[in-house]
T-cell receptor, first 112, second 116 residues
Framework: AQKVTQAQTEISVVEKEDVTLDCVYE???????LFWYKQPPSGELVFLIR??????QNEISGRYSWNFQKSTSSFNFTITASQVVDSAVYFC?????????FGSGTKLNVKP | GAVVSQHPSRVICKSGTSVKIECRSL??????MFWYRQFPKQSLMLMAT?????????EQGVEKDKFLINHASLTLSTLTVTSAHPEDSSFYIC????????????FGQGTRLTVV
């Protein structure tokens, strides 16, 4: 079965704090892709990152970083020095054959 | 990233009428389009997957006669909510993707449907 779990429903931090959003996935596929999307209050989903199952190298993009660990089936997302504009709902997703599986999302509130 | 345009962004319709939502990929050929429904504070619920030129594949529990999906070209898919009722009020989101596992899906802006 394909499944994505985001156990954190909502997180609140104060601006400039670091925050990590957890994502755990289940799949029987040996080849798969993992994604993170951001959904601001406007509703549109914004693509953040794609990672294939053979590449466990961590990635950093500005204040964003991702930690992919196949051993624990996790693909966690860290925002360093959070800003108010980071407030949104973040979705982790798994792409299987012709279908995306989304986690339930984590709502991040960054307070000034 | 690629641009997916969804129209309209908001629509209010009377109960019993039908509403069509368009999803266009503006700068790439979308071999696959996904239609999602999102309830307040919840995740995206996949309604159906459509491949260009083929009939859509509906998820379990989604009425295909109520939610008509057409994907006649590589740049356009439409979702028609037929005989809409207040319980159909929701946020509908389309996404477009190329073939292959390594292609991300690009999302439209979403359509807020309110049935009165």
């Amino acid at each position: 079965a394909q499944k994505v779990t985001q156990a954190q429903t909502e997180i609140s931090v104060v601006e400039k704090e670091d925050v990590t959003l957890d994502c755990v996935y289940e799949t029987r596929d040996t080849t798969y892709y993992l994604f993170w999307y951001k959904q601001p209050p406007s509703g549109e989903l914004v693509f953040l990152i794609r990672r294939n199952s053979f590449d466990e190298q961590n990635e950093i993009s500005g204040r964003y970083s991702w930690n992919f660990q196949k051993s624990t089936s996790s693909f966690n997302f860290t925002i360093t020095a959070s800003q108010v504009v980071d407030s949104a709902v973040y979705f982790c997703a798994l792409r299987g054959f012709n279908k995306f599986y989304f986690g339930s999302g984590t709502k991040l509130n960054v307070k000034p | 990233g690629a641009v997916v345009s969804q129209h309209p962004s908001r629509v209010i319709c009377k109960s019993g009428t039908s509403v069509k939502i368009e999803c266009r990929s503006l700068d790439f050929q979308a071999t696959t389009m996904f239609w999602y429904r999102q309830f307040p504070k919840q995740s995206l619920m996949l309604m159906a997957t459509s491949n260009e030129g083929s009939k859509a594949t509906y998820e379990q529990g989604v009425e295909k006669d109520k939610f008509l999906i057409n994907h006649a070209s590589l740049t356009l898919s439409t979702l028609t909510v037929t005989s809409a009722h207040p319980e159909d009020s929701s946020f509908y989101i389309c996404s477009a993707s190329g073939t292959g596992l390594n292609t991300e899906a690009f999302f439209g802006q979403g359509t807020r449907l309110t049935v009165v």
